[in-house]
């Protein structure tokens, strides 16, 4: 693990130094962004680390004729392997609650740090401009520009449809909107158009009341990616987008199930490196490194093709968060098959 960690993190680490010698940001500030930033990286280190690990076990223990005994005294290839696989499974749940507790908050500690504090003339927004946004099944509302300070609301738009959206029924149109308070907006210079009988009826009000999406929260929502989300989090904003129709969610449900999918990769990588070390003795430290290395990034290669397929709607999201571990698994079942029959 901390081999692997010093490589996917070295240009990570070349950056903060370098901020540390240029002397315009405080140490502790690039200390925690680092900190912050490594657990991003570490995800990926997993795989790596533990085929290494079996890899070279399996080899030291085959270049000492260690496997030989075994198998002479009876142990099956099977029981050789089952340590390993019970380890491998413990280190998947610790991977699951590493990626959707640890990583998440992490991600998003270290963008602040980013935004805030380390990148040159960064200013932080006070507005938000063309939202748009389903306040239910039959009401789409649009504000031209939000004020993130005042929670004050311009230009807006809302339409209301009929129960089966297919007739427009009114519209309200607003020069300004402020925030009473729960779910209550005051609209000020308000336009409320009409559709009686399909004639337009126009009426001109002051001021109005009425209530408006959960309150400021979903006009001042940031753009999250879905790996600063927890499981449940992205769950949630899926389900949310779903029952508002406001966007495809097949992305987001692609890295929904990627989130359950890539810890079983672990157990995958260690019968992968049982394997290598028991048909290659002779294999060295660095060989097993770059063995390693070779082949986690052909997994990532996998598996970012079939996520992408996922998110185009090519695949089902399910099928596009497993495809790689299917694939990878049956090349190791494969792989043990061999290496029994020998």
């Known amino acids: 693990m901390l081999g692997s960690l010093v490589i996917v993190t070295f240009g990570n680490l070349l950056k903060a130094v370098s901020f540390l010698f240029e002397g315009r940001v405080e140490r502790m500030v690039i200390l925690e962004w680092f900190v912050k930033r490594t657990p991003e990286d570490m995800q990926f280190v997993f795989p790596v680390a533990m085929m290494l690990a079996t890899l070279l076990t399996f080899s030291q ?3 000492t004729q260690e496997i030989v005994a075994l198998r002479g005294a009876g142990v099956s290839l099977m029981r050789l392997m089952a340590p390993v696989m ?3 499974l413990l280190v998947t749940l610790g991977v699951f609650v590493f990626l959707d507790r640890i990583v998440p908050p992490s991600m998003t500690r270290s963008q602040e740090l ?3 504090k380390i990148r040159k003339n960064c200013s932080v927004p006070s507005f938000k401009e063309n939202i748009l946004l389903r306040d239910s099944a039959n009401r789409l509302v649009f504000a031209g520009r939000f004020n993130l300070r005042t929670y004050e609301l311009e230009y807006l738009k809302i339409r209301d449809y009929s129960p089966d959206g297919t007739e427009f029924k009114r519209e309200f149109s607003a020069r300004r909107g402020l925030f009473k ?8 210079d308000l336009k409320l158009l009409l559709m009686q009988g399909g004639n337009p009826t126009l009426v001109h009000k002051s001021t109005q009341t009425m209530p408006i999406g959960e ?3 979903d006009f001042a929502q940031e753009d999250r990616s879905p790996q600063e989300m927890s499981f449940a989090t992205l769950l949630t904003q899926i389900r949310k987008l779903e029952e508002r129709g406001l966007s495809n969610t097949l992305s987001l449900k692609v890295e929904l199930y990627l989130k359950t999918s890539f810890p079983f990769c672990i157990p995958i990588f260690a019968l992968i490196g049982c394997c290598m070390g028991l048909t290659s003795s002779r294999s060295g430290g660095f060989i097993g490194f770059g063995v390693s290395l070779v082949a986690t990034f052909f997994y990532y290669i ?3 093709l079939s996520s992408s397929l996922g998110k185009t709607g090519v695949l089902a999201p ?3 968060s497993w495809i790689h571990n299917i694939a990878f698994g049956i090349a190791a079942l494969a792989l043990v ?3 029994q029959s020998r």
């Open 61 to 63: 223990m085959s270049r």
């Open 86 to 88: 019970f380890f491998s």
């Open 114 to 116: 980013w935004d805030k």
């Open 181 to 188: 308070g729960g779910k209550l907006w005051e609209l000020k």
């Open 215 to 217: 309150g400021p929260e």
């Open 302 to 304: 996998v598996m970012s």
């Open 318 to 320: 399910l099928l596009a």
């Open 337 to 339: 098959l061999r290496v």
